[in-house]
């Protein structure tokens, strides 16, 4: 008796054709590409960068750094070691700035052979770069937020003294509060350490910090959420653009009998007969169960989610869309102010929650 060689299987597997996806997320890209140039405009006499961290906010790196490049873009900012080889897959790496620095002889030596630059945070990282051999790098001061970054008066230090620094930088605490008297102060402080600490360029604004106007400009911003869709800051209200349509088919349709109720712990009953709609999406795509009580929707038609959130099931009320079937597609209202206000959500958790599944 001849044996079935065990490869024959996968050989077979790569010919059949691979079932679509029941997720999709869709980007626009000229929404994308448009809210980079807003941002850019707005933060002259600067430019915009971009922050491409977590997989572009969620929305694939893939998806949106070609697009962020074409657009003009060309300084590029990611938080982890890891995050570098998809980066360098689209932008060359004298583009490219890790925001976590190094953390050991390892990460330093990885930074010199790729050629991106370390955004140093410490006077240990700075002397691992020295030890590395140095080169180019970016420098993060701490002018009030306490996370990342030198104190201002560490900045004299000799292990800063050695540092060749391309691009110095800070990071607001509240500069989605307008009023915050923070903002001011804090800009004070970086404008006293930039005065004296030898730079190429300077950088203090991120998203909301571009709405503060020009006298936090300084030469580059860096812009994250914003460019995703979030609206940080009302100087950009009516400049962003929503960029992420997540959307779910419809895997049954069922018909509910007055009484019957739907999901774990029973958390909705049928006063009368209704027809609904089990959507393949739940909170393993980011779809939390805060977003009960709210509505995915087709041409513009609320369908209510009935009951709680499932791992990878939802229920949607589908009278006001008679005519969906299954396999017909549903959209989730993405735009994040709104998403924000109906889930208790914040922009950057809503976008960076998606999951893995969407094709």
């Given at each position: 008796m001849r044996r079935r060689s065990r490869h024959r299987f996968h050989d077979d597997a790569a010919m059949i054709e691979v079932p679509r996806p029941t997720l999709r997320l869709r980007v626009d890209a000229v929404a994308l590409s448009d809210n980079w140039r807003a941002l850019d405009r707005l933060s002259r006499p600067g430019r915009a960068g971009a922050a491409i961290k977590a997989d572009c906010y969620g929305l694939g790196i893939d998806r949106c750094l070609p697009v962020l490049h074409d657009a003009g873009a060309r300084d590029f900012f990611v938080a982890h070691w890891q995050e570098v080889g998809p980066a360098l897959r689209h932008i060359p790496a004298a583009q490219l700035s890790v925001l976590h620095g190094p953390?050991?002889?390892?990460?330093?030596?990885?930074?010199?052979?790729?050629?991106?630059?370390?955004?140093?945070?410490?006077?240990h990282q700075a002397r691992l770069w020295a030890e590395a051999g140095g080169g180019a790098c970016d420098l993060m001061v701490d002018t009030g937020i306490n996370r990342l970054g030198l104190r201002p008066r560490e900045t004299g230090d000799p292990a800063v003294a050695a540092l060749t620094v391309h691009t110095l930088m800070s990071h607001l605490a509240c500069a989605d509060e307008p009023d915050s008297a923070m903002n001011a102060a804090q800009l004070a402080a970086f404008r006293e350490v930039v005065a004296r600490v030898p730079h190429r360029e300077a950088s203090l604004a991120s998203s909301a910090g571009?709405?503060?106007?020009?006298?936090?400009?300084?030469?580059?911003?860096?812009?994250?959420?914003?460019l995703y869709g979030g609206v940080q800051h009302p100087a950009l209200a009516g400049a962003i653009s929503q960029v992420a349509f997540p959307e779910a088919a419809i895997v049954q349709v069922r018909e509910l009998e007055p009484g019957e109720t739907v999901g774990y712990n029973a958390a909705f009953t049928a006063r009368a007969a209704m027809r609904v709609g089990v959507v393949s999406i739940g909170y393993a795509d980011g779809v939390l169960r805060c977003w009960a009580g709210g509505a995915f929707a087709s041409q513009g038609r609320p369908l209510p989610i009935l009951g709680k959130v499932s791992m990878d099931m939802i229920v949607i009320d589908l009278a006001a869309a008679p005519e969906l079937d299954e396999g017909d597609w549903v959209e989730l209202p993405y735009a994040l102010a709104e998403a924000s206000r109906e889930t208790g959500l914040s922009g950057y958790e809503l976008l960076t929650l998606l999951g893995r599944r969407f094709g």
């Amino acid at each position: 008796m001849r044996r079935r060689s065990r490869h024959r299987f996968h050989d077979d597997a790569a010919m059949i054709e691979v079932p679509r996806p029941t997720l999709r997320l869709r980007v626009d890209a000229v929404a994308l590409s448009d809210n980079w140039r807003a941002l850019d405009r707005l933060s002259r006499p600067g430019r915009a960068g971009a922050a491409i961290k977590a997989d572009c906010y969620g929305l694939g790196i893939d998806r949106c750094l070609p697009v962020l490049h074409d657009a003009g873009a060309r300084d590029f900012f990611v938080a982890h070691w890891q995050e570098v080889g998809p980066a360098l897959r689209h932008i060359p790496a004298a583009q490219l700035s890790v925001l976590h620095g190094p953390l050991s002889a390892r990460d330093a030596a990885y930074a010199r052979a790729t050629g991106v630059r370390p955004v140093i945070n410490s006077l240990h990282q700075a002397r691992l770069w020295a030890e590395a051999g140095g080169g180019a790098c970016d420098l993060m001061v701490d002018t009030g937020i306490n996370r990342l970054g030198l104190r201002p008066r560490e900045t004299g230090d000799p292990a800063v003294a050695a540092l060749t620094v391309h691009t110095l930088m800070s990071h607001l605490a509240c500069a989605d509060e307008p009023d915050s008297a923070m903002n001011a102060a804090q800009l004070a402080a970086f404008r006293e350490v930039v005065a004296r600490v030898p730079h190429r360029e300077a950088s203090l604004a991120s998203s909301a910090g571009i709405g503060l106007g020009a006298d936090y400009a300084f030469d580059l911003a860096r812009p994250g959420l914003a460019l995703y869709g979030g609206v940080q800051h009302p100087a950009l209200a009516g400049a962003i653009s929503q960029v992420a349509f997540p959307e779910a088919a419809i895997v049954q349709v069922r018909e509910l009998e007055p009484g019957e109720t739907v999901g774990y712990n029973a958390a909705f009953t049928a006063r009368a007969a209704m027809r609904v709609g089990v959507v393949s999406i739940g909170y393993a795509d980011g779809v939390l169960r805060c977003w009960a009580g709210g509505a995915f929707a087709s041409q513009g038609r609320p369908l209510p989610i009935l009951g709680k959130v499932s791992m990878d099931m939802i229920v949607i009320d589908l009278a006001a869309a008679p005519e969906l079937d299954e396999g017909d597609w549903v959209e989730l209202p993405y735009a994040l102010a709104e998403a924000s206000r109906e889930t208790g959500l914040s922009g950057y958790e809503l976008l960076t929650l998606l999951g893995r599944r969407f094709g």
